[in-house]
């Protein structure tokens, strides 16, 4: 089991970016997409969110598993949703097309437009949040979120979560094998009660022991007389200008999406 | 012998080395031990986390701080790991508001002496806070475009809940019964 986070796109066009922009995107693109209703808007977004993704450089073979799990629950849950049952979906004033046995649902094309739109706006979501979780060094993190202004103490904890991951999957590792060796076995019974009693033996001692030797942490970071001042990071972080474009191109799109969607045709479902 | 909450020298908003080491401690864990996760019988899509039970006892033994940190940065690690980056940020700050909300209540329950009594109330504390936090994700009405309050409702609160319930109230009082002594200990 990898647990180490994987940094993909490293020499891309967006490896080479500020890791700060990478957070901010996917903000300004969730405002961009939020509340379209019109299937041609979210197809402009989801070009843009494409041509995105594409400057990531991301290997498709290592995030195929990935994207197969992401599209399988969005066209789960936007077929159960907006298709099958009818809970999410726009009425059409337009004739029927067919009608869903069982549910009664009946099928329009402003209701199958609709529910291109929702997907398309998951899908293209999931675009722009790729380069967050393969494109920013994991431990560029920290430093990029306490240059966004958020708590220096807090920036450190995150810092410090990343650099824990592979001791705690190795402690979670050699604490499956020693249990192993005693006997331990996952229950394989249907009966969840049962199936989380008998995850004690491994999740217990795990977390036991991750806090006793987080107490030699805690010692050695008061002894530098963490928290006592401002602190600084190695790390420099320099927002260039292609960042400052990009920037400005994704709230552009922010924007206009945003008047389109109250002044245009974008927040009414587009019926063929 | 107390609830074996938060001792009274610490305030449950305090930041410090511990609060900041603790919470990475809990968030690593929460992500390690959060991919696993298994399928109730008899549903579509309602899967147990067990590692959920993390996040309140997080909550109740190092703070509101830490607590919210485990439930939100060892969520939208579980995201990132799992590819679906930011996306669903609001279920992260549920998560957090879980341990946030545990740190809360068990700050304000007073000590209790008997063990099996302590026990039930853990579970039920753990089970209230999680009742509460995951309250947040109702924003899906507002930032998940189509989803109204049934949605909200039937397909991702109850089954979030039943699954999540499930894990924090086996797991949690087995958790803080084998941290209880060593917390003793440590003078924690």
Known sequence: ?272 | MSTGALSQQHSPWSINSRTVVFGAVGAALYAVLGLFSFLIPGTQSVTVRPAFAIVPFFGKRFGVIAGFFVGFVGNVIIDLLQGSGLQYWNWSVANGLVGAIAALIFAAIPPISNEAVRHIVTALGALVATALGLLFVITDIWFQEGVDFNVFLTLNYLPALLANGIAVVILVPVLDAAWEPLAKRAGL
């Not at chain 1, 009425?91 to 029927?96: H, N």
């Open chain 1, 1 to 272: 089991m990898d647990i180490t986070p994987r940094y993909l796109g490293s020499g891309s066009f967006l490896g080479r970016r500020d890791p700060r922009l990478l957070l901010l995107v996917p903000v300004l693109y969730l405002v961009a997409v939020a509340n379209v209703a019109d299937v041609r808007g979210m197809l402009l977004c989801t070009a843009v969110a494409w041509l995105y993704y594409l400057a990531a450089g991301i290997p498709w073979r290592e995030v195929r598993a990935n994207w197969a799990l992401l599209l399988t629950f969005t066209l789960i849950l936007v077929v159960v949703n907006s298709v099958v049952t009818g809970a999410d979906t726009r009425a059409g004033t337009g004739p029927a097309l067919f009608t869903i046995p069982v549910t009664g649902t009946e099928m329009t094309w402003t209701t199958l437009s609709y529910a291109v739109t929702t997907l398309l706006r998951y899908i293209s979501l999931s675009m722009v949040s790729f380069p967050v979780a393969f494109n920013i060094a994991p431990s560029d993190l920290g430093t990029a979120l306490a240059r966004l202004r958020l708590s220096q103490r807090l920036a450190y904890g995150v810092d410090l979560t990343f650099r824990f991951l592979p001791s705690t999957a190795a402690a979670l590792r050699e604490t499956v094998d020693a249990q192993r060796v005693r006997g331990y076995e996952h229950s394989r019974s249907r009966n969840p009660f049962r199936k989380l009693l008998s995850l004690r033996p491994v999740v217990v001692p795990v977390t036991v022991n991750a806090l006793i030797d987080a107490e030699d942490t805690v010692n050695a970071m008061d002894l530098r007389g963490f928290g006592a001042k401002h602190r600084t990071w190695m790390r420099e972080l320099a927002f260039g200008r292609t960042d400052y474009l990009v920037l400005a191109g994704f709230a552009v799109l922010a924007g206009a999406m945003t008047a389109t969607k109250i002044l245009g045709p974008f927040g009414e479902v587009w019926t063929p």
